[in-house]
């Protein structure tokens, strides 16, 4: 058995964080990946040059059943503190839109970063490590075994191992299984970021697969309701693109997806249009401001197609009205296959904000997407992970001290 100061469950981004954090802190860290090689998301995000933070991360970007957990350790580690590590380690970044910051070269090269923050003589990452049980003693030790005898003891253990979108790059439940091992409450996991399908009349629009257009979407009620101004695609299943994965972490079946095309009109637009241009068309108009496909499959379904001078003002508010607030019943997701993050995960109401321990569980501890935490597309679930790996390291270190 080997004797450490804490075990860190998974090697991905909150847990290769945590780790060297830990470690330069002077614990002994045991970090376990089940994965041949650490940070297998990391490498794939953000077109392989890992959108690592994003510029305006703030508790308003992130989902939760507590709205309010996500501030004491963003507040802590900041978007400036991980940018001030990847250039100490010279990594070349840009911004591209929205504050979304991503490496010139490869996400390689944050994985490279991580590990080399992890001090050789205190952090031991071991892969292929396929995880038999968990347990915990009546003293409050930790003791990890593997399928293959080794085990691993300690007085803490930190729950690492994200959640279970992308299944094909080794993402599980195992968080919440553990969690629930030890009495902690799970949050229903559903698939975030991630496109939706339509079906019945709305499945006309997937002829359009492959059509992108500037949009402003919205999902959600009460509380919940948000919107975003970003691109919209059409999909052979329905909608993707960024504005619809922003949204799909609000939806809720059952709901309905309101959709804005030419959100920069001016109000009133077709009436004017109507007022300076009598003979034109509305598909002509459309067709100016949209990709073809898209035109005309807007004007077809709003079915105005006499010139606008004969058109009455009523119907073209009408059409305003409908252009502005497209209504779509996507029938669910493409699943957690094809979702970004997981929303849901282990409550907060277990966890401590500032620690990340379980109050139930001491020496339990739980971060980055296996909390229920969940942040908007471009780099704040990377700023998540970060902050909230920084937040028990130090709470690591506090707790040996």
């Known amino acids: 058995m080997i004797e450490t100061d804490v075990i860190i469950l998974g090697a991905g981004a909150a847990g290769l964080f945590a780790a060297g954090q830990a470690g330069q802190r002077g614990l002994r860290v045991a970090l376990l990946e089940k994965a041949d090689t650490p940070g297998k998301k990391i490498l794939i995000s953000g077109g392989g040059r890992c959108n690592f933070t994003n510029l305006g991360a703030g508790p308003a970007n992130f989902l939760s059943a ?3 957990f996500a501030k004491s350790a963003l507040a802590r580690y900041t978007a400036a503190d991980f940018i001030a590590l990847v250039e100490r380690h010279g990594i070349a970044w840009h911004e591209k839109t929205l504050g979304q910051l991503f490496c010139d070269g490869s996400a390689k090269q944050i994985v490279a970063m991580l590990l080399d923050e992890c001090p ?3 952090v031991t990452l071991t892969c292929g490590v396929d995880i038999a049980s968990v347990a915990r003693a009546d003293d409050g030790t930790f003791t990890v075994s593997a399928d293959d ?6 007085p803490a253990l930190v729950i690492a191992t994200g959640g279970p979108s992308i299944p094909k790059m080794g993402a599980s439940d195992f968080a919440y299984r553990l969690a629930r091992q030890f009495g902690l409450k799970v949050v229903e996991p559903r698939p975030a970021l991630v496109p939706l399908t339509l079906g019945g009349e709305d499945a006309l629009f997937r002829e359009l697969s492959g059509v992108a ?5 919205r999902a959600g009620a009460g509380k919940r309701k948000a919107e975003f101004a970003e691109a919209a ?6 909608l993707s693109g960024p504005a619809i994965l922003q949204v799909s972490s609000y939806w809720r079946h059952g709901e309905e997806v309101g959709v804005t095309f030419l959100p920069e009109a001016a109000t009133d637009w077709l009436l004017a249009a109507k007022r300076d241009r009598p003979r034109t068309h509305l598909r002509t108009l459309l067709r100016e401001a949209l990709p073809a496909r898209l035109a005309d499959a807007l004007a077809d379904r709003l079915g105005l197609e006499r010139e606008l001078g ?4 009523k119907d073209l508010r009408a059409a ?7 209504r779509f019943a996507p029938n669910g997701t493409e699943g957690l296959a094809k979702a970004e993050v997981t929303a849901g995960g282990i409550a907060t109401t277990e966890l401590s904000s500032r620690t990340m321990e379980a109050g139930k569980v001491p020496g339990l501890y739980a971060i980055g997407e296996a909390v229920d935490v969940t942040g908007w597309l471009g780099g704040y679930n990377f700023q998540w992970a970060w902050a909230s790996g920084y937040a028990c390291a130090e709470a690591l270190a506090a707790a040996r001290s």
């Open 120 to 122: 050789a003589d205190r």
């Open 310 to 313: 004969n058109v009455s003002d």
């Open 213 to 217: 257009a500037p949009v402003l979407a």
């Open 320 to 326: 305003q009205a409908r252009l502005g607030d497209w």
């Open 66 to 68: 507590n709205p309010h």
């Open 233 to 238: 695609l059409f999909t052979h299943k329905g």
């Open 149 to 154: 005898g080794r085990s691993w003891h300690a």
